[in-house]
């Protein structure tokens, strides 16, 4: 059963506009969300990260939007730039549980965004 | 430069030939993990450890081993590899606090014949 859903394979975006990036969960002991940029060969790269206490956190171009009751995240980023174009992994990490798991991760399946020119 | 680094990064061998996939990090992180990633299945954890001699199994450890001698290595055994082991592989690590950040290594692609 898939924890973490990123139903969009792929997002097509004009240079200068707003991407948005969605992803769903479907539990609710995950404490911490983040996402991960990724270039062909090269490994994915951390991008950023927001709390279940929070419901935004905004790093530059980038900002997360938390929706704890409809258990979605999405990732925007404005204005988008051609060297955005990549394969973007939402993330979900649980609450410490019992049997040494905590800070696992959960990897959604990726969306592969082309920012074009 | 921190980073985590993989070797080889391409391999093409037979089924059945053991083969080890390393991993080394110059953070001194706790925290060292193993992903595969696969068409249309995204990231899925194969092992981890939490230290030094503390290593636990992830979502899909079935075909694998590891083991954790060093704080600095992490190495992935595959005993006798099969072709549906054939996938991009990627170590990752990150301190002790399960809020940090993991920081990926730059992925090693097996093709198991």
């Known amino acids: 059963d898939q924890q973490v859903k990123q139903n969009s394979p792929s997002l097509s975006v004009q240079e200068g506009r707003i991407s948005i990036l969605n992803c769903d969960y479907t539990?609710?002991?995950?404490?911490?969300f983040l996402w991960y940029k990724k270039y062909p060969a090269e490994g994915p790269t951390f991008l950023i990260s927001?709390?279940?206490?929070?419901d935004k956190n905004e790093d530059g171009r980038f900002t997360v939007f938390l929706n704890k009751s409809a258990k979605h995240l999405s990732l925007h980023i404005v204005p988008s730039q051609p060297g955005d174009s990549a394969v973007y992994f939402c993330?979900?990490?649980?609450?410490?549980?019992?049997?040494?798991?905590?800070?696992?991760?959960?990897f959604g399946k990726g969306t592969k965004l082309s920012v074009k020119p | 430069e921190a980073q985590v680094t993989q070797n080889p990064r391409y391999l093409i061998t037979v089924t059945g030939k053991k083969l080890t996939v390393t991993c080394s990090q110059n953070?001194?992180?706790?925290?060292m993990s193993w992903y595969r990633q696969d068409p249309g299945l995204g990231l899925r954890q194969i092992y981890y450890?939490?230290?030094?001699?503390?290593?636990d199994k992830g979502d899909v450890p079935e075909g694998y081993k590891v083991s954790r001698k060093e704080k600095r290595n992490f190495p992935l055994i595959l005993e006798s590899p099969s072709p549906n082991q054939t996938s991009l592989y990627f170590c990752?690590?990150?301190?002790?606090?399960?809020?940090?950040?993991?920081?990926f290594g730059d992925g090693t692609r097996l093709s198991i014949l």
């Open positions: 990752a690590s990150r301190g002790r606090y399960s809020n940090q950040p993991q920081h």
């Open positions: 539990n609710s002991m995950f404490d911490y």
């Open positions: 927001i709390s279940s206490i929070k």
């Open positions: 993330a979900a990490k649980r609450q410490g549980d019992y049997g040494g798991s905590q800070g696992n991760l959960i």
């Open positions: 953070m001194n992180h706790e925290y």
């Open positions: 450890s939490m230290n030094v001699e503390v290593t």
